[in-house]
């Protein structure tokens, strides 16, 4: 009743197209959009570190490219739920990719932090965490700021990590089986980049893990 009365001076809206919601809508997307988001049928992608596989829950097409664009650069953090809960299902039926001892997600640099306020991976993490039961570490710290990536070629986003990653601190990630959360996946270069130094740091196995993948 609370929510239909507010709703009545501040109406609800789509995220992504703008069009009225019920108040009772949790994940701030209307069924149009929501119908859109294309899910990723195609088996896990292989990094090139090997024995590293990529899997991905949606494409990075339409509706999704428009939720991940929101939430990670408008700050409209509600469509966290709904990448989390996209994750989450993919899991369900994957279960192999939650068969770890441990989650953790790509960093950002420290002046990132400071402009986003947030780390949009790591909060995808943490939503994916509670419902295997799993813990979160921040293993991994970004020694320098470097350029996008959705604006270099392939080879470019290649040198532009290249030992952009450390373990941090003095985590002790040990034979430890880890499971690496990203928003979206194109060339894999991020992914393979922390992966490659997750594994120099002693873990067993990387499982890296996206909301999308657009290759």
Same mark, same amino acid.
């Not at 703008?18 to 108040?23: F, Q, R, V």
């Not at 494409?59 to 990448?83: V, W």
């Not at 740091?201 to 909301?211: H, S």
């Given at each position: ?69 929101? +939430? $990670?650069?408008? *700050? ?9 809960? %996209?994750?989450? /299902? ?25 402009e986003r306020e947030f780390n949009q991976s790591l909060l995808l993490a943490h939503r994916i965490a509670r419902a295997f039961n799993l813990p979160v570490k921040n293993i991994l710290e970004k020694k320098s700021r470097t350029k996008y990536q959705n604006e270099l070629s392939r ?9 952009? +990653? $450390?373990?941090? *601190? ?9 499971? %690496?959360?990203? /928003? ?32």
């Open positions: 009743m609370a929510k239909n009365f507010i709703n009545l001076f501040y109406p609800l809206h789509c995220l992504i197209c703008g069009a009225c919601l019920d108040a009772l809508n949790e994940f701030h997307l209307c069924g149009r959009c929501v119908a859109s988001i294309q899910h990723n049928a195609m088996p896990p992608f292989e990094l090139e570190t090997p024995s590293v596989m990529a899997y991905s829950a949606c494409l990075y097409e339409g509706a999704m490219k428009e939720i991940i664009h929101s +939430f $990670k650069y408008k *700050g409209k953090l509600p469509l966290a739920k709904i990448s989390a809960m %996209l994750m989450i /299902d993919y899991i369900r039926e994957n279960p192999e990719i939650a068969d770890v001892g441990v989650i953790t997600a790509v960093p950002l640099h420290k002046t990132r932090i400071e080879g470019e986003r290649l040198v532009n990590l290249k030992n952009a +990653f $450390k373990i941090r *601190g003095r985590e002790d990630i040990s034979g430890l089986d880890i499971l %690496l959360i990203d /928003d979206v996946m194109t060339t894999g270069a991020t992914l393979n980049e922390c992966a490659r130094t997750i594994l120099s740091g002693g873990a067993r196995n990387v499982t890296c893990f996206t909301l999308a993948r657009g290759i």
